[in-house]
């Protein structure tokens, strides 16, 4: 029974447009989020977050927004570059208990 | 060292014997985690420690596999009676408030 969810395995970008990652969540418990990157052969890195207090959390091209009523968040990246492909990992947690993650989303960026 | 450190990267072994992971995590971080990827496959949760609390095995998919965190520091996940279905990059993970930090991972060949 997955509580976060990533429903799209693989997702194709032209090189400057935008990359938007999709992300559900089951848990109404859930108080803060993370987006994490992963190249091959490497482990995965902390991208960006964002605390259910907040809708919105920009970091540069990176933006996620959160959208609890529909327990849904998403990773905005634009402009999209090629260095942007990878594996997208969304992230949940409940204060002080474990960070659960869905199962990726894999990014390619075309040129 | 700074960072999650894990030990060996890399694991060739026959069906059939035992191996072991280790991790070092992170000083000062109470929760530590494994999760393990299979090729093509996203990341599945193995087993969560946080400070001295009983650790989460919900993860672990057979009895073959354990955990144990010494002193609240470095873990070690043994596969006994390895398969050919456990070859998978195995990834350690250690937080502190919110945010996980991985390590590299040890890629497992079982053959």
């Known amino acids: 029974d997955q509580q976060v969810k990533q429903n799209s395995p693989s997702l194709s970008v032209q090189e400057g447009r935008i990359s938007i990652l999709n992300c559900d969540y089951t848990?109404?418990?859930?108080?803060?989020f993370l987006w994490y990157k992963k190249y091959p052969a490497e482990g995965p890195t902390f991208l960006i977050s964002?605390?259910?207090?907040?809708d919105k959390n920009e970091d540069g091209r990176f933006t996620v927004f959160l959208n609890k009523s529909a327990k849904h968040l998403s990773l905005h990246i634009v402009p999209s570059q090629p260095g942007d492909s990878a594996v997208y990992f969304c992230?949940?947690?409940?204060?002080?208990?474990?960070?659960?993650f869905g199962k990726g989303t894999r990014l390619h960026i075309l040129p | 060292g700074a960072g999650v450190s894990q030990s060996p990267s890399n694991k060739v072994t026959e069906k059939g014997k035992d191996v072991e992971l280790r991790c070092d995590p992170i000083?000062?971080?109470?929760?530590l985690y494994w999760y393990r990827q299979s090729l093509g496959q996203g990341l599945e949760f193995l087993i969560y420690?946080?400070?001295?609390?009983?650790?989460?095995k919900s993860g672990l998919p057979s009895d073959r596999f354990s955990a144990e965190r010494t002193g609240g520091s470095v873990s070690t996940l043994t596969i006994q009676r390895t398969q050919q279905e456990d070859s998978a990059v195995y990834l350690c993970?250690?937080?502190?408030?919110?945010?996980?930090?991985f390590g590299q991972g040890t890629r497992l060949t079982v053959v």
């Open positions: 993970a250690s937080s502190s408030i919110l945010k996980a930090f």
């Open positions: 848990n109404s418990m859930f108080d803060y």
């Open positions: 964002i605390s259910s207090i907040k």
């Open positions: 992230a949940a947690s409940e204060r002080d208990d474990k960070i659960i």
């Open positions: 000083s000062g971080h109470t929760a």
């Open positions: 420690f946080q400070g001295n609390s009983a650790p989460d």
